[in-house]
């Protein structure tokens, strides 16, 4: 199994609906985070959480928000989606105790707002 | 604030043949970390190879290795013996070693294709 699953791996939406993408691990790892991707622009942080208590706004958090369910599970809400939210989106997870702390992601969830 | 610069936003390989993708950065700091990711088809953002820079050597992993100038602020990746499922594109990433430091910062990418 996965060890960072995102649900669901596409969406499709309407302007104005809400809509919440869902990212859990077993990993174990206390820190989470959500990018969005974007054609020839990389990868963006939009939050990210060290735990459960603890949750940021990355570069580009406006229009979105986060709940940690868990150590486990990090959600990423848009309140209402607009189609310049149309994107690929990432969850990742770090153990933040080795050195390097690198970012493990999730398969992505395409979200396509009409 | 960090920037990284992927200047070749597509490459070919032939099969079995070496290839080398650029990364410079920009940064004023000392201490930081560097990240070659992979996302095929498949759209997995999988990590290929990580790099301190406070390490001379240069990381290896299998066929994939790095040449870290840090002066010149240059990260590149070769990929030696290419194989069909090396086609993906190739993003070249960069984080802070700072206390509290989370953020990884993404170049563009490079899209490389591998010819059978």
């Known amino acids: 199994d996965a060890d960072v699953t995102q649900t669901p791996r596409n969406r499709i939406t309407k302007t104005g609906k809400r809509i919440m993408l869902e990212c859990s691990q077993t990993k174990g790892h206390d820190r989470m985070y959500w990018y969005r991707q974007d054609p020839g622009l990389g990868l963006r942080l939009i939050y990210y959480?060290?735990?459960?208590?603890?949750?940021n706004k990355g570069e580009i958090s406006d229009g979105y928000s986060v709940s940690r369910q868990a150590q486990a599970k990090f959600s990423l809400s848009l309140e209402s989606a607009i189609p310049n939210q149309t994107a690929l989106y990432f969850c990742?997870?770090?153990?933040?105790?080795?050195?390097?702390?690198?970012?493990?992601f999730g398969p992505g969830t395409r979200l396509t707002v009409t | 604030a960090q920037t990284v610069t992927q200047s070749q936003p597509e490459m070919s390989v032939q099969e079995a043949e070496t290839v080398t993708l650029s990364c410079t950065y920009d940064?004023?700091?000392?201490?930081?970390?560097l990240f070659w990711y992979k996302q095929p088809p498949s759209r997995q953002m999988i990590l290929v190879i990580r790099q301190e820079a406070y390490k001379q050597q240069n990381a290896t992993e299998n066929r994939f290795s790095v040449n870290f100038q840090k002066a010149a602020k240059s990260f590149s990746l070769k990929i030696s013996d290419s194989q069909l499922g090396d086609a993906a594109m190739y993003f070249c990433a960069y984080r802070s070693a700072g206390a509290g430091s989370y953020q990884l910062t993404f170049g563009k990418g490079t899209k490389l294709s591998v010819i059978p």
């Open positions: 990742a997870t770090s153990d933040g105790r080795t050195v390097t702390d690198e970012q493990y």
């Open positions: 959480s060290f735990d459960v208590k603890d949750i």
């Open positions: 940064t004023s700091e000392s201490d930081y970390y």
